[in-house]
């Protein structure tokens, strides 16, 4: 059996001050995925560099690709690497998409600081009495939970839908109540991946449905809650990758001005993986295309990673508004 860590020992926090500092300040705290350590430094000094706090966000299978064991050291290792830089960011280790409570709980007894139960394609009773049960455990740890009602298009954590149902505000407010949830995921136009919308040329994606985010808020008002499937999908990646070999045709994502509309509400915490993805693989195509003979993977990596760092420093200071917050 893995030896069991509480999230303090490893440096961590959870996110309950991170919501209660973006709510009063109208931001919202990024919550980036990462399966390994380029893209786990390339986020640490990212917001090292523009002082923001952070939540380091692990899927199930990204939980698997870094190894279990192995992941709480990875964090450590983030911890560390941010205080020899100087800096005081508060660093929450999260479960994103967890689909059992023996995931959660494995994460939680191996130094996560949050987990999500995400039992949004469950009926209603059903998604409440999990999440209840994952929000026993956990606060008993003082780990905090994020739950999920309304479905995202798109690929959540090898769960695929190919339609969205948004969020019932009528539901909110008894969720929030039966769960004892610390903040909730909201389905308001947003999907996973690099594919979010099918727009024809010069045609405007469709705008998040702000009326349903402002019921929500006034049903639960000062309640956390979390956008996810929030890459913009910038075409220049898109563009990089299609010119040095790559196929990614009609990829779209949320334009800016919507995500600084959201951070502003009552929105604290915006999920991004497919941003920081597109930027990596932009630059290891452009860099093994300009180079055919390399092979020393820091050659590709790095220069990866630096596009990163760029990228995540852009997010918090011209997007989410969590630069120079921590
Ligand atoms: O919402 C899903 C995240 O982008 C994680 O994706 O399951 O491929 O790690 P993944
Ligand atoms: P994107 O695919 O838009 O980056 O969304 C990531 C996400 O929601 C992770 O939970
Ligand atoms: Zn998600």
Redesign the pocket.
Known sequence: MADTKHYSELGLVNTKEMFAKAMAGGYAIPAYNFNNMEQLQGIIIGCVESRSPVILQVSGSARKYADATFLPYMATGAVQMAKALDAQIPIALHL??GNSFELAKACIDSGFSSVMLDGSHHPFDENAALTRQVVEYAHERDVTVEGELGV?AGV??EVSHEVSHYTKPEEVEAFVEKTGVDSL?ISIGTS?GAHKFKVKPGEEVPPLRFDILEEIEKRVPGFPIVL??ASSVEPEYVKMINTFGGKMEDAVGIPEEQLRKAAASAVCKI?I?SDGRLAMTAVIRKVLAENPAEFDPRKYLGPARDELIKMIKYKNEHVLGSAKKA
Request: proline residues 0%; hydrophobic residues 20%.
């Open positions: 994103d998409h995202l959540e954590d995921a996973h996810h499937g999920n993986d």
